[in-house]
């Protein structure tokens, strides 16, 4: 059953993650050169019609660090161990993805080939901790609540056996 659900948290935040590079790359009307919702199915037109725009690759790149954090986010809070383990995959199966593009389409500038390494793996991984914050801090605070809750009834009951 952990494997079901684990591989549907790497699904839903692989999905997450694309449709958050859509709105990236949606930003800009003059980028949108294909008549679909997204840009996937005409990559090599609007990599080719923005070749000479950094500021698209820019854009790109911040789209992608911020959709492997949220991916990252949402398939860690998904999985139920590992968490950071599986926001990490999250980064490495989109590292993959950019690298096949870069390989496959020869539009890219080289800034943009040599970051996509500095975005992908420390956004999925930060997107992880954030999770295992939430809930390390989530774990504390209802500690905290039960021994306030226990200490309470021995106060109860202290006072009713004095009575």
Known sequence: MNFLRNTFAVIVGLFVAGLIITLG??????W???DRYT????WES???????KPYFFVALLISTGVASTIG????????KYAKVAYAILIGFILLFIAMLDIIIFPYHPTFYKITIFLTFFPFAWMG???TEVIYN????????LAL???SVQSTIKSDQKED
């Open 25 to 30: 790359i949606r930003l800009n009307p003059s």
């Open 148 to 150: 306030l809750v226990k």
């Open 137 to 144: 801090r989530k774990k504390r605070v209802e500690e905290r």
């Open 128 to 130: 992880g901790k954030i």
């Open 46 to 52: 609007v990599l080719k019609s923005v070749q000479h």
């Open 39 to 42: 840009a996937f199915e005409q």
């Open 32 to 34: 949108v050169t294909y």
């Open 72 to 79: 990252g986010v949402i398939t860690a809070i998904i999985v």
